[in-house]
């Protein structure tokens, strides 16, 4: 599970218009030039595609420089990125493709993440450590769930057929939607680290799911 300990430290997916100015991020990307391509023939097998990744050592490495070098970046290029994907979204739901809510979560995922990587690097990783030990196949779950939202992501801006892109925003929209219970997880055991916060994950496999564990109905 190497490279599942490795993807909790990235958080590029806002990123992704900034592939060709990052150097190690357009390294990354080349090397998974292999996986974005049978995921844009085959979206729906996504999660196969991305338990190859999670298999694969050099894109441990990868992950992390990518992440380095993302966290290096000034505030002002980290705006200008988030802006360039939602004028991409804006583009796609301009033909008719509603991406926003899926972006939106996985846009909130990564700032929760980048926040707690650039202010308490220790403590965020305690968290995931601790995660990873006490829930090992739920911390395989989220990271295959992310993966397959980064690379759903990544054929979104390699495909020009209308059709495709309609299955593909289809199926990030329902990774989304079940990454979304695993951010709220994560927020919860940070803002309360308690160890039993990490159960409500392994309770909670759905939005609606989720607000009944956390006494939000």
Same mark, same amino acid.
């Given at each position: ?17 900034? $592939? ?6 357009? $390294? ?31 894109? @441990?490495?990868?992950?992390?420089? =990518?992440?380095?070098?993302? /966290? ?7 705006? $200008? ?13 301009? !033909? ?18 980048? !926040? ?48 495709? @892109? ?22 919860? =055991? ?7 916060? @990490? ?16 006494? /939000?109905?």
């Amino acid at each position: 599970m190497s490279v599942a300990i490795a993807v909790p430290l990235l958080s590029s997916t806002a990123f992704i218009d900034m $592939r060709y100015r990052l150097s190690s991020l357009k $390294r990354l990307l080349d090397y998974l030039k292999p996986c974005i391509e049978s995921v844009v023939e085959r979206p729906e097998e996504v999660e196969s595609v991305a338990m190859r990744i999670v298999e694969d050592q050099r894109a @441990l490495i990868l992950f992390v420089a =990518a992440t380095i070098e993302v /966290l290096r970046l000034p505030r002002s290029e980290m705006v $200008r990125a988030f802006e360039e994907l939602r004028k991409f979204v804006e583009d796609l739901r301009a !033909r008719g493709i509603d991406v926003r809510e899926a972006i939106e979560i996985l846009l909130e995922h990564d700032l929760w993440k980048l !926040r707690w990587l650039a202010t308490d690097f220790d403590r965020y990783i305690g968290m995931w450590f601790e995660f990873v030990s006490r829930y090992e196949d739920e911390a395989r779950r989220y990271v295959l769930l992310y993966l397959s939202c980064f690379l759903l992501m990544l054929a979104l801006y390699e495909v020009s057929d209308e059709k495709k @892109l309609r299955r593909i925003a289809e199926i990030v929209k329902k990774y989304a939607d079940e990454l979304e219970s695993y951010l709220a997880t994560f927020v919860l =055991a940070m803002e309360s680290p308690q160890p039993e916060d @990490l159960e409500v994950v392994g309770k909670a496999r759905t939005p609606d799911e989720l607000r009944k564990v956390l006494d /939000l109905e």
